[in-house]
């Protein structure tokens, strides 16, 4: 199994341009959740899907923050417009039937 | 206000001794929790778990063990390897509430050889 894959692995933007980050969670799984790593806050859950549908949204930020799960294969996140705080490494991971929550390689973004 | 917390950002320990990392919690609905280690430029990885049913959960070289009165838990790493060097971090939810999980801010372990 491939794991939990994210794209890109890092990205370099400037303030007010979208960015937007890609997930594939592992195949069968049905929970999948992005997350936000910062020095100043830790591990922050920003949004979970069960079965593609949007369950809990209180984490994100912000309306400049969107994430959409069109299929059960992939997930977007969505930065629009980017500010110099977003900057972060954004984790994606996917839980199937199990509570173990499986992580992928993250996206280092840095907004100019 | 932080519900998962690791007090000690980092703990240093010889090879072949014993790491202990804490967890303390103060949600008291908690009653799963798990341990993930992390390498840098990695996600997180997981570890070992413990249901609250349970005191202690062991896997090979790692024990963890949970205090519910107390409202701790601890991982052991018995012994330490220069391989088990990462940031570890624990995290506790409801089982019935959900599948959100709080992570705590985590503890960098360094075993020196």
């Known amino acids: 199994d491939a794991g939990v894959i994210q794209s890109p692995r890092h990205e370099v933007t400037e303030m007010g341009q979208e960015v937007t980050l890609r997930c594939k969670p592992i195949?069968?799984?049905?929970?999948l959740f992005w997350y936000r790593q910062t020095m100043m806050r830790g591990l922050e859950l920003l949004i979970y899907?069960?079965?593609?549908?949007?369950?809990?949204d209180s984490g994100m930020p912000e309306d400049r923050f969107s994430a959409k799960m069109p299929n059960a294969s992939f997930s977007t996140l969505k930065i629009q417009p980017s500010e110099p705080r977003d900057s972060a490494v954004y984790f994606c991971?996917?839980?199937?039937?199990?509570?173990?929550?499986?992580f992928g390689p993250g996206t280092r973004l840095l907004v100019l | 206000d932080q519900q998962v917390k690791q007090n000690s950002p980092s703990l240093s320990v010889q090879e072949g001794r014993i790491s202990i990392l804490n967890c303390d919690y103060t949600?008291?609905?908690?009653?799963?929790f798990l341990w993930y280690k992390k390498y840098p430029a990695e996600g997180p990885t997981f570890l070992i778990s413990?249901?609250?049913?349970?005191d202690k959960n062991e896997d090979g070289r790692f024990t963890v063990f949970l205090n519910k009165s107390a409202k701790h838990l601890s991982l052991h790493i018995v012994p330490s390897q220069p391989g088990d060097s990462a940031v570890y971090f624990c995290?506790?939810?409801?089982?019935?509430?959900?599948?959100?999980?709080?992570f705590g801010p985590g503890t960098r372990l360094s075993v020196l050889p």
């Open positions: 195949s069968g799984h049905n929970s």
């Open positions: 899907f069960n079965n593609n549908v949007p369950i809990d």
């Open positions: 995290a506790a939810s409801e089982q019935n509430y959900g599948q959100n999980f709080v």
């Open positions: 949600n008291s609905m908690f009653d799963y």
């Open positions: 991971a996917s839980r199937g039937l199990e509570k173990t929550q499986y």
């Open positions: 413990i249901s609250s049913i349970k």
